[in-house]
């Protein structure tokens, strides 16, 4: 603890050096002291009059300041923000009232301005700030004595003492000499009177054991320099002879105010008289080694290897980064010990060669402990594949084990007894929290757009297992790729030829053309977008539905480029079924990829990933995520269809339904993925019609080879009971479904009624799995509740509209006054000229 704490109001050095080696000091915000790098971490009193900015509070403290001193009405406002141990309360005794705790809790010291040093007072005050510090600064005329430091001191308080009352000279009526302040509470219990000083290097390893007087003391305050009092010799100024001579960076007290430690630099050949940096033994371990490299950097032979270190600066980055990867790989505590040291050691050699030292990098740590504000800590992109990033399961070889082999249930709700704030719980979704995710997959992204193939190829390998020399295919695609059992390329030809000819109608390549007053033609007309990328999933699914689904609308709608990404297979192949189909949609390029990296190459391109305009498809979080990610990047210039989540349907179902094809339908999406959202609306269902729906979903899913995935999304997914087909169609248009199937009596007659859903399955004999796959509409639906601003994917989804005008002079007579009246109204006279120059010129 501080005998005394200094307040500069301006800029002294000499002053301000001999304080800074005994103490904190307080520096007034406005002065023009500067935030020095000093042992003593500065405090900073904030004028009563200047408007707190928490912000620069923040900056003052993330800057080295120890504690900042405020006003009441400051504290007030920093109080949660900044941390109570940073925080000192400055407190008139004029103005001394009633506290709350939360005002006692949020500060760690009280600076208590006082016309005098009255202990009753600052006592009271102490007790009421139980475990803070009281800091006194009295506004007497009169020069405060040494015994009023010991005084305060006996009651745990600190003179604050301005710097208008201190000098380096010797004590007088008006100033007090800074070595008298500083040692008025230290009392020596030696019959000599002298104390007990440990000389310790910067960085507190001990050097040696001395003496210290009042007079060496003072001497050593003033000067900076290491000076004690020898038992035989007197005053000692040590290497006055020897030439080892001491830069005395911080003089300190010990808790009994008895003895003392000097914290030094040490010049010349060591302490001790024997040459040697310690009196007590040789340097070990990090100072050894400190002392040992700084030797061999003057004395080194040229083509020893520590020289080569010095003198090569590939090869010592090169020995760092290797020792680091190696310390990353370390299993056991031996080795990581081993391989710490050697990181440490070149290390060092580096911090050698540019000058900086072991206390050195100890000030640096201590000076990021204090800061208050705190970076994510994430790693940068260069290094993301030596990071341990979560990454989804890999794509499982057999079903995912699961202990429990119990009836597989929804759980059950009745809107009649819902309280509102409990029917919009039940319109949530359970999935991922979007700002997450894109954290996660941020390093990811910008591991691939920094580095590229690079990148892309060492995330694939990372993250689906597969090693390879190239992730992209560019047709002509080898015939031996697509070898398919016939019966599905028939089906998938016959899919795609629904799809094509749902997806040709929709194009409209008629140019819209109107004219709005006489002489104004407006025009609006289609163009593909020129390059897109299709996402088709892999993971627990292979879906070349997927590849159909995108593939055929870009297609019809004309984009020149084409680019599907799919992850690869164990062997680095592709399904043959996606080939196939990337085949028949004309793509003209295949990334073997999944993920965020897949999105990210695609995004923004590498060497052999050609750059997209858009990226179409579903995918699990951590694609979502990436999509998200990408489309707000402007050095990506890229955009998606939608934010596409887990899979989910909402079934409807009155007493007409079939209660094996209820649960069929349900299940369907429920083996999609432990994520997916299944919910069924019962109308007015009795116990015994929805007891035998329950039990066809738990025989039907016991039946599927993804029964273990079933089971999880499952038990995730509701059934809600409500009166009437109104009541189920109101909830459903509230959740805006991706799958809405209907099993309804006149089903076709609630259509109208439906305002949110990706796609409307109607009727007993329409179950989703047809528009999955061949119908002829699109899968790639919203999900999350985003059917109530997004469209599924479609023909238009691929092509993009601009529009033209064309105005005739005598048009342009017409319409030209409103333009330039509007623009005039704006403030935009040059809007306004281009049209007025014309009128000027047609007039003529």
């Given at each position: 603890m501080a005998t005394f704490l200094p307040l500069l109001t301006e800029e002294n050095s000499p002053l301000f050096n001999a304080l800074d080696r005994i103490g904190p000091i307080i520096l007034n915000a406005q002065a023009s002291v500067p935030l020095p790098e000093t042992p003593q971490h500065p405090y900073l009193l904030v004028d009563q009059s200047t408007p707190v900015d928490p912000q620069e509070i923040a900056s003052w403290l993330d800057a080295g300041v120890e504690k900042v001193i405020v006003p009441l009405a400051s504290v007030k406002e920093l109080a949660g923000t900044i941390p109570a141990e940073r925080l000192i309360l400055l407190l008139d005794v004029a103005n001394v009232s009633a506290f709350s705790d939360k005002i006692r809790e949020s500060v760690s010291g009280v600076l208590l301005k006082t016309p005098s040093i009255d202990l009753d007072t600052i006592s009271s005050v102490a007790k009421f700030f139980a475990g803070s510090t009281i800091f006194v600064l009295s506004s007497s005329d009169s020069l405060p004595a040494p015994s009023n430091i010991r005084e305060l001191q006996s009651i745990g308080a600190i003179l604050v003492l301005p710097e208008s009352q201190l000098t380096l000279d010797a004590t007088s009526n008006t100033q007090l000499n800074v070595a008298d302040?500083?040692?008025?509470?230290?009392?020596?219990?030696?019959?000599?009177?002298?104390?007990?000083?440990?000389?310790?290097?910067?960085?507190?390893?001990?050097?040696?054991?001395?003496?210290?007087?009042?007079?060496?003391?003072?001497?050593?305050?003033?000067?900076?320099?290491?000076?004690?009092?020898?038992?035989?010799?007197?005053?000692?100024?040590?290497?006055?002879?020897?030439?080892?001579?001491?830069?005395?960076?911080?003089?300190?007290?010990?808790?009994?105010?008895?003895?003392?430690?000097?914290?030094?630099?040490?010049?010349?050949?060591?302490?001790?008289?024997?040459?040697?940096?310690?009196c007590f033994a040789e340097a070990s371990g990090l100072p050894a080694l400190e002392k040992t490299l700084q030797s061999r950097l003057e004395t080194a032979p040229e083509g020893s290897y520590t020289m080569r270190l010095f003198n090569d600066a590939k090869l010592l980055q090169s020995k760092i980064r290797e020792e680091a990867d190696e310390l990353c790989s370390a299993k056991t505590k031996e080795e990581t010990a081993f391989e710490a040291a050697d990181l440490f050691y070149f290390a060092l050699t580096k911090c050698v060669t540019m000058g900086v030292s072991v206390a050195d990098i100890e000030k640096s740590l201590?000076?990021?402990a204090k800061k208050i504000t705190r970076r994510p800590g994430n790693a940068k992109p260069q290094w993301i594949q030596k990071e341990t990033v979560p990454v989804p399961a890999p794509a499982p070889t057999k079903p995912i084990a699961v202990e429990n082999d119990g009836p597989i249930n929804m759980r059950t709700f009745d809107l009649s007894t819902t309280a509102p704030e409990a029917r919009v719980q039940l319109l949530r979704r359970p999935v991922l929290k979007s700002d997450e995710m894109i954290e996660k997959v941020k390093p990811i992204v910008e591991a691939v757009r920094v580095h590229g193939d690079v990148a892309l190829l060492e995330l694939t390998a990372k993250f689906d297992k597969v090693h390879m020399d190239s992730t992209v295919i560019f047709p002509p695609f080898a015939p031996e790729t697509m070898q398919i059992d016939e019966a599905v390329r028939k089906a998938i030809d016959i899919a795609y030829a629904n799809i094509h000819k749902f997806h040709a109608a929709q194009v409209n390549d008629?140019?819209?053309?109107?004219?709005?007053?006489?002489?104004?033609?407006?025009?609006?007309?289609a163009r593909p977008i020129a390059r897109v990328g299709l996402y088709v999933p892999g993971g627990t699914a292979i879906l070349p539905s997927t590849a159909l689904m995108l593939g055929i609308p870009a297609q019809v709608a004309g984009c020149k480029e084409v680019v599907l990404a799919t992850p690869p297979r164990p062997d680095g192949s592709i399904s043959p079924e996606v080939m196939y189909v990337a085949k028949l949609v004309g793509a003209s390029a295949i990334l073997k990829a999944g993920g965020a990296q897949a999105v990210a190459a695609m995004a923004y391109g590498t060497k052999t990933v050609p750059k997209v305009d858009k990226i179409f498809g579903p995918g699990n979080q951590w694609v979502t995520a990436a999509k998200m990610l990408v489309q707000n990047d402007t050095d990506a210039l890229v955009s998606i269809d939608m934010p596409a989540?887990?899979?989910?349907?909402?079934?409807?179902?009155?007493?007409?339904?079939?209660?094996?094809?209820?649960?069929?339908?349900?299940?369907?999406?429920?083996?999609?993925?432990?994520?997916?959202?299944?919910?069924l609306l019962?109308?007015?269902?009795?116990?015994?019609?929805?007891?035998?729906?329950?039990?066809?979903?738990?025989?039907?899913?016991?039946?599927?080879?993804?029964?273990?995935?079933?089971?999880?999304?499952?038990?995730?997914?509701?059934i809600v009971k409500v009166s009437t087909v109104?009541?189920?169609?109101?909830?459903?248009?509230?959740?805006?479904?991706?799958?809405?199937?209907?099993?309804?009596?006149?089903?076709?007659?609630?259509?109208?009624?439906?305002?949110?859903?990706?796609s409307v399955f109607v009727g007993p004999y329409t179950p989703e799995s047809c528009g999955d796959y061949a119908s002829g509409t699109n899968h790639t639906l919203p999900t999350n509740g985003y059917a109530r601003q997004f469209s599924g994917v479609n023909t238009l989804s691929f092509q993009k509209h601009i529009t033209s005008q064309e105005i005739t002079a005598d048009g342009l007579q017409g319409l030209g006054p409103v333009v330039a009246t509007l623009a005039d109204c704006e403030g935009l006279q040059a809007h306004a000229n281009a049209v007025r120059i014309r009128l000027r010129e047609n007039s003529r």
């Open positions: 302040a500083f040692m008025a509470p230290i009392i020596s219990d030696r019959p000599d009177g002298l104390f007990p000083t440990v000389v310790s290097s910067q960085t507190g390893h001990s050097l040696g054991l001395v003496y210290s007087s009042r007079q060496s003391i003072t001497e050593s305050i003033i000067t900076g320099k290491g000076v004690y009092q020898s038992r035989k010799h007197g005053l000692w100024r040590k290497g006055a002879t020897s030439g080892a001579t001491q830069d005395v960076v911080q003089i300190r007290l010990d808790c009994d105010s008895d003895s003392l430690e000097f914290r030094v630099v040490q010049h010349g050949s060591g302490f001790c008289h024997l040459n040697r940096q310690s201590d000076r990021k008629e140019t819209l053309t109107v004219e709005t007053m006489p002489g104004v033609v407006c025009s609006r007309f989540g887990p899979s989910e349907v909402l079934v409807i179902a009155d007493h007409t339904a079939i209660p094996a094809f209820v649960a069929a339908d349900l299940l369907s999406q429920a083996e999609h993925g432990v994520d997916s959202q299944v919910v019962a109308v007015d269902l009795t116990p015994d019609r929805l007891a035998e729906i329950e039990k066809e979903v738990d025989a039907q899913a016991h039946a599927l080879s993804r029964v273990d995935i079933v089971r999880q999304s499952i038990a995730k997914s509701i109104e009541e189920a169609i109101s909830f459903s248009n509230d959740y805006a479904p991706e799958h809405l199937i209907l099993h309804l009596e006149n089903a076709s007659s609630k259509v109208a009624s439906i305002d949110n859903a990706g």
